[in-house]
């Protein structure tokens, strides 16, 4: 498989290697801090505050701070922790394949996260040890489907645009990589993914 032009690849995380429902996690937020969503949610999302925890303008200890202060949350940080981001399934068969595409090329993750989400999920999914690097929001201080956060990435894996190739499944960053000259795969799930990767020459027929 050494002749695919993909010389790098880029796996998202939110649902694509861990599926979490956003409107699961809202309620719960919602229940814990005995408010209703649509006001955690605007608090929250509309304000733009998850952009910029994103972004790493702010980090954990201000997140917490934030939900004590401001959102009256009373539990202990290990209880809001398990809150926050206990709230993921892995996709086992996605694993699987980052896993093997990481054999035979540099493979790396390119998401929007925070702090306290990577790091529970270092700590609790494997395949952050199958990848060659993380290209992560909250560390390079810009967003997908921001321009400049793919030519970090491109800059982090020491590739040129032509030669990378983004996992994703929100079309508006597959949109954005492809300006940027990437290739990209707008993730439905991992048996068309297999298909895809399949045709890239980036995985075995029995892989």
Not at 152 to 169: F, P, T, Y
Request: hydrophobic content about 40%; overall charge positive.
């Amino acid at each position: 498989m050494s002749d695919s032009p993909i010389k790098a690849v880029f796996f998202d995380i939110g649902n694509v290697l861990l599926h979490f429902n956003p409107r699961d996690v809202l309620k719960e937020i919602a229940r814990a801090v005995g408010r209703h969503p649509l006001k955690v949610a605007g608090y929250l999302w509309t304000s733009h505050k998850i952009e910029s925890l994103e972004r790493g303008e702010f980090g954990t200890d201000e997140l917490f701070r934030i939900f004590k202060d401001e959102l009256g949350y009373s539990g202990t940080f290990a209880q809001f922790r398990e809150l926050w981001c206990d709230h993921f399934t892995l996709e086992r068969r996605t694993a699987a394949i980052l896993k093997k595409v990481a054999k035979s090329r540099p493979t790396f993750l390119l998401s929007n996260t925070h702090a306290l989400h990577y790091d529970f999920i270092r700590q609790n999914y494997a395949f952050t040890r199958h990848v060659h690097g993380a290209v992560l929001s909250h560390e390079v201080g810009m967003r997908k489907p921001e321009p400049r956060i793919y030519e970090a990435a491109l800059k982090i894996a020491g590739v040129s645009a032509h030669e990378a190739l983004l996992i994703d499944d929100l079309s508006a960053n597959v949109k954005a990589a492809r300006k940027a000259g990437l290739h990209a795969i707008h993730y439905r799930g991992p048996e068309d993914l297999f298909r895809r990767l399949r045709a890239l020459k980036l995985i075995g027929v029995r892989s």
